[in-house]
C-alpha cells in the first residue's frame, strides 16, 4: 500500500532556509519516491491568522509554488493547491474544533510564543490554528506528515483529535492517525542573529535568515555577518553546549553536505571560523543560488503557477469533498 503524505507552507513570504532544510527538501525527497501519494498545500487560511496584506497575498502563494517547483517537486507527481480554495478544509476544521479540547490547545506552545504577551488581542484564528492543521492532514486519510521540529506538538494534538473522532462516534480507523516525519538531526535551523531562536519568515532582521530568494552576494554577506564567537572550531561535540550559534552553522553545514556534526567537527577542528564560513557560504550558494534564480524565472510566469494550483484544487477536491461528506454523516448532518 502507498503512503499518503500531506504537507503544508504558509505564503507568509520570505520562505528561508529553515523551512527548505526543516520542510521542503524532505517534500522533494518523498516526492521522488514512487511509493508516495504527495499533497504539498499553501495553507493560505493558517497564513490570516496573523494580519496579512490582502495585495500581496495573492503573490506570496504564487511564490510559495514557485519555491516548491524550483526546489525540485514535480507538480505532475505530486498535488499542489491552495488551502483556501478547498472548502472542506474549513468545514472540517468546524467540526473538529467540537472535538478537540480546550486543555490540549491551551498546551501548544506555538500559540505562547506567537502570541507572547498580547495574549487577549491574538486572534481566535491562531488560536484554534493547530485544529485547522489537523482537518488539513485527516481530509486526506494522511499517513504520514514531514514536518520541522516546531511542528511536532501540533501533530501529537492531531493524532488525538482523530483518535477522540474515532472513539466518540465508534468508527473505528475512519480518521487515519498519522506519523509524524521530522529529521533526527537538524529539525530546528536557528537565527543567524541568535542561535536560541528559529529562523523565521516574521523575523525583522533579513540578516537572520537565508532567504530562498537571496542571491549569491547576499548569502554569502550574510554568512559573513552572521554571529559567532572569537574561538576557534570546536574539537569535540561537547563544547558547542555553549556555543549555539557555531552549533547551528555547523549543523547548516552537515545538512547541506549530508554528514553528521561529528564528521563536520573534524574537518574544521581548530581552525578559523573565517575558513569554516567561507566552505559554508560555498555549500549555501551551490544549494540555494540556483533554486533562487529558478523561483525568478517561474514568477514571470503567473498563469503557469496559476495553472498548477487549478489543477491540484480540482484533484484535492474530488477527495476531501468524500470525506467531509463521510464526516458530515457521521456527526449527524
Ligand atoms: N527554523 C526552522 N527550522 C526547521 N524547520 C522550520 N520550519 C519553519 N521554520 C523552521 C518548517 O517549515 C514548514 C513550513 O513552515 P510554515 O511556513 O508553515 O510556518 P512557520 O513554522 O510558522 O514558519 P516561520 O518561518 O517560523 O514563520 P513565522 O515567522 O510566521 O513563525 C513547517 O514544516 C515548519 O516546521
Known amino acids: 500500500m502507498s503512503n499518503k503524505i500531506f504537507s503544508g507552507v504558509q505564503p507568509t513570504g520570505n520562505l528561508h532556509l529553515g523551512n527548505y532544510l526543516g520542510a521542503i527538501k524532505n517534500f522533494v525527497e518523498l516526492n521522488n519516491d514512487t511509493n508516495n501519494n504527495c499533497i504539498f498545500c499553501v495553507v493560505d487560511l493558517h497564513a490570516i491568522t496573523i494580519k496579512q496584506d490582502p495585495n500581496k497575498l495573492k503573490n506570496n502563494v504564487r511564490e510559495t509554488v514557485a519555491t516548491f517547483v524550483a526546489s525540485g517537486i514535480d ?42 504577551k498580547e495574549k487577549e488581542k491574538a486572534s481566535i484564528g491562531l488560536y484554534s490554528y493547530p485544529v485547522l492543521m489537523a482537518a488539513d492532514i485527516l481530509l486526506y486519510d494522511t499517513t504520514h506528515v514531514p514536518v520541522g521540529d516546531d511542528q511536532k506538538q501540533h501533530l501529537e494534538l492531531c493524532r488525538d483529535i482523530a483518535q477522540k473522532f474515532n ?36 523575523e525583522l532582521s533579513d540578516l537572520s535568515r537565508i532567504n530562498l530568494t537571496d542571491d549569491q552576494d547576499q548569502i554569502k554577506n550574510k554568512i559573513k555577518k552572521a554571529k559567532t564567537d572569537p574561538m576557534p572550531m570546536p574539537k569535540d561535540i561537547k563544547d558547542l553546549d555553549e556555543r549555539l550559534e557555531v552549533k547551528n552553522l555547523l549543523g547548516i553545514y552537515s545538512c547541506l553536505n549530508n554528514t553528521n556534526l ?21 555549500l549555501l550558494v551551490a544549494e540555494i543560488d540556483p533554486i533562487s534564480k529558478e523561483i525568478k524565472k517561474l514568477l514571470e510566469d503567473k498563469s503557469y503557477l496559476d495553472k498548477i494550483l487549478l489543477d491540484g484544487v480540482e484533484k484535492a477536491n474530488s477527495i476531501a469533498l468524500k470525506k467531509i461528506d463521510r464526516i458530515k454523516e457521521i456527526v449527524g448532518f
Open 75 to 116: 507538480p505532475k507527481k505530486s498535488i499542489i493547491f491552495n488551502q483556501s480554495s478547498v472548502a472542506a478544509h474549513s468545514e472540517a476544521a468546524w467540526i473538529l474544533s467540537c472535538v478537540a479540547r480546550m486543555g490540549w490547545l491551551n498546551r501548544m506552545t506555538q500559540f505562547k510564543e506567537k502570541a507572547g
Open 167 to 202: 472513539n466518540d462516534f465508534k468508527v473505528d480507523n475512519f480518521l487515519q492517525v498519522p506519523e509524524p516525519l521530522i529529521q533526527k538531526e537538524f529539525s530546528r535551523i536557528m537565527s543567524l542573529k541568535d542561535g536560541s531562536k528559529k529562523m523565521s519568515k516574521s
Open 262 to 282: 561529528q564528521d563536520s567537527i573534524e574537518i574544521f577542528k581548530g581552525k578559523n571560523l573565517s575558513e569554516f564560513k567561507e566552505k559554508l557560504s560555498d
